[in-house]
Each structure stands twice: as structure tokens, then as C-alpha cells.
């Protein structure tokens, strides 16, 4: 009797312990033990998005943002990341962009756009969906000084002009400040099936800044500093910066329109920006309906957007899923920025790929931009946005 009941005693202990063990586990997040295609819970980080009573007085570099000096002890030991994020409809609301310093848009392929996401002063703890590189992405953060951290899960590979994995390596790009998924491992990348549930795998790898950053310092030997010493922005100049004055002109430039494609008009793709007088930004639209972040459930806002019109074409490169595009940003062509409630008509000018693109006014002074996100899309030159 003494044994039956010491076995009955012992069983339930047994499936007590499994069930308050299971609760920690779905509590604290059981894909923590169980790998990198489950969910996994993001660690714990110094986002600068947090509180900060601290005077405003540290100009981020990439975007002329102001923060306090504990904000910017964070990012100098760092150097710029760019993150290769979707803006498929599946992938909607990502996850991370309005914590962004600079996002450059451009189509993908038919006709969806993907964003090129520069961070390099704040470090949200959720970025993503993450997706595969592109050829003029690529040239666009070669900008970004001596060797910028580049996140994308793969990306085109098909021989031609539009092989961004071949210009990778062409660059010696690979296995140093590449950051290709295929070869840093979980738990720098996820995937999260759970968030948005429904959508193709492709659809759900995620990333964390900070995670990213001290793989590249650790693994890489790429902080501040390069493996041989060298500063990343020891030959970089950054775009010049101003506070912003909302315009006292009685016609404002209230709303923006544009697509990326002709037969993006009245799609899923269109943008139009709401320009807010209050807090002098422009409010993002993306297919008629608000583009959301979901790590904090805001609008989309950035103090300056900026149109840059590119000569378009189809590489042919027998690319069996769609067509692989090609966007020409080296040299010179027009542009259009949109700050203080205003249009100022420019040129962008980027003559080499490890240049900057920047920008010239009429009079061939280069514009300055307003302090805080800067939105660049790309458009093909024939393309028309209306404001």
C-alpha cells in the first residue's frame, strides 16, 4: 500500500513539475532552447528609444538627429549597419523602421519595393521582415564609409548585371562586413512564424541591432575601428544638417503623392505623405493605409523625403522568378526634397559608388536637410509625384 501510494505521490509530482516547467517555458519563450527556426525572444538592449531627461546636444552623423551624450556613447563604438528590409504586403507592419536614421526605397522586383534601413544611432530590439540583397542597394551603402555592416538573407545571384552576391565578393565584402544570414548564425537572425501568422517562411526572419553589431565587433573585428586600425568614417563627410522651421507660407505642400511603377497606381505599392505642421514631418501612407511600426504601433514619419528620379531597366538575366531590376545611381539626374512643408527642386549627384549621394539646389549649393529621418525613394525618371 505504502508502494502504490509512494508511485502515485511520485507521478504527480512528475506532471506538476512538467506543467509549471511548460508555463515558464511559454512564458519566458521555449523557442529560446529549441533553435533558430521557432520563435525566438529577443534579448534585452540599451535602445536610446527609452526616456532620456538628458540634454539633446550630439548630432548623429547620418542624420543630424540630436541626443544626449549617454545616447551617444552607445553608437561610437559601432559603425553603420544597413539592413535589407521587405515591404511586401505579408510582411506589413515590419517591425523597426521608424527607429531608422535614413531608409532608401526602390522596386525589387514586380513592382514591390524593399528598403535599404540605416541605423547607426538607435538600436531597435525587433527589425524586420529581413530579405535578400540587391545590386543598387549595394551601391547606395557603399556611401556609407569604410566598410558599413550590410544584413540581407541571401540575394540575387543570377550571372549578369544584377548578381548582388557576386558584387559582394567582388567588393571582398564577404565573410567581413557582409552580414549575409547564410553565414552568421541564430541567434542574430530568427524567424518568428507566430507574429504574422499565414505568410511564407520567406517572410519571417528577423534581426536585432545590437546582436549584429557585437557579431561584427566579436566575430568580425569590425567596431568603430576596422581589423587594421582604421576608423570607418576617416574618409566619410556627412550630409550637412538644420533645425526645422515650418514654412509661414500661406500654400504649404500638405500631401505627397507618387508609385513606383505605372501599374502601381491605386496599388498595394502607391506612398502618399501627409505633411503634420505641428510636429513638421511628413505621415506615411503606403496602398491607402497607414504604414505602421509594429514594435511601437506608430505611424510612420520622417522630417525629410526625398525623391530621386533613376534610369530604370530589366537586367535579362534569365531570372526564373520575375525580372531583376537595375536602378543607375552613379553620376547625376534630379531630384525632389520635401522639408518644412516645402519642395525644393534639386540635382542628386553621386559620381562614384563610395560616394555619398548628395544633393545641389539651383544655385549648386548643396541642400541641407532637417534634423531627423531622411526617406529617400527611388522612382524611375519618367515617373510623376504629385504635390
Known amino acids: 500500500m505504502n508502494k502504490k501510494i509512494l508511485i502515485l505521490l511520485s507521478i504527480f509530482v512528475y506532471v506538476t513539475g512538467f506543467i509549471a516547467t511548460y508555463r515558464v ?38 542624420n543630424g538627429k540630436l541626443y544626449s551624450k549617454k545616447q551617444r556613447s552607445l553608437w561610437e563604438d559601432r559603425r553603420p549597419l544597413g539592413i535589407m528590409v521587405q515591404n511586401n504586403l505579408e510582411a506589413r507592419p515590419q517591425s523597426g523602421l521608424s527607429s531608422a536614421d535614413i ?28 530579405r535578400s540583397a540587391r545590386v543598387y542597394y549595394i551601391t547606395l551603402l557603399q556611401g556609407f564609409g569604410n566598410y558599413p555592416l550590410y544584413a540581407h538573407v541571401g540575394g ?56 549584429l553589431w557585437e557579431f561584427a565587433k566579436n566575430k568580425r573585428e569590425l567596431a568603430d575601428v576596422d581589423d587594421e586600425g582604421v576608423e570607418w568614417d576617416s574618409n566619410w563627410k556627412p550630409w550637412l544638417f538644420k533645425d526645422g522651421s515650418v514654412t509661414t507660407k500661406e500654400k504649404k505642400v500638405a500631401k505627397i503623392s507618387y508609385g513606383f511603377w505605372d501599374n502601381n497606381i491605386g496599388s498595394d505599392y502607391v506612398v502618399d505623405w501627409d505633411f503634420d505642421s505641428v510636429t513638421n514631418m511628413y505621415k506615411r501612407t503606403n496602398g491607402g493605409v497607414p504604414h505602421m511600426d509594429n514594435n511601437n504601433d506608430k505611424q510612420l514619419s520622417a522630417s525629410n523625403v526625398i525623391v530621386v528620379f533613376s534610369d530604370e531597366s530589366v537586367a535579362n538575366d534569365g531570372y526564373e522568378g520575375g525580372q531583376h531590376m537595375l536602378y543607375d545611381l552613379l553620376g547625376t539626374g534630379e531630384a525632389l526634397i520635401f522639408q518644412n512643408g516645402e519642395v525644393v527642386k534639386t540635382s542628386w549627384r553621386k559620381q562614384k559608388a563610395t560616394d555619398m549621394i548628395r544633393f545641389y539646389d539651383s544655385r549648386n549649393k548643396e541642400v541641407e536637410m532637417v534634423r531627423g529621418l531622411i526617406w529617400i525613394s527611388i522612382l524611375p525618371s519618367d515617373n510623376e509625384v504629385t504635390y
Not at 526602390?106 to 513592382?111: C, I, L, N, P
Open 25 to 62: 517555458f511559454a512564458k519566458e519563450g521555449l523557442s529560446n532552447i529549441i533553435g533558430s527556426d521557432s520563435n525566438y525572444k529577443v534579448p534585452v538592449t540599451n535602445s536610446v528609444n527609452g526616456e532620456d531627461l538628458e540634454p539633446k546636444t550630439e548630432e548623429c552623423p547620418l
Open 103 to 130: 531608409i532608401h526605397e526602390a522596386v525589387a522586383e514586380g513592382g514591390i519595393t524593399r528598403f535599404l534601413v540605416m541605423y547607426y544611432c538607435d538600436n531597435p530590439k525587433v527589425v524586420g521582415s529581413v
Open 156 to 211: 540575387a545571384n543570377t550571372p549578369g548585371p544584377a548578381d548582388a552576391l557576386g558584387m559582394i565578393k567582388k567588393l571582398k565584402w564577404f565573410g567581413y562586413n557582409d552580414m549575409d544570414q547564410f553565414s552568421v548564425p541564430f541567434p542574430q537572425y530568427w524567424r518568428d512564424y507566430d507574429r504574422l501568422p499565414g505568410r511564407a517562411t520567406e517572410h519571417t526572419v528577423y534581426t536585432n541591432t545590437t546582436k
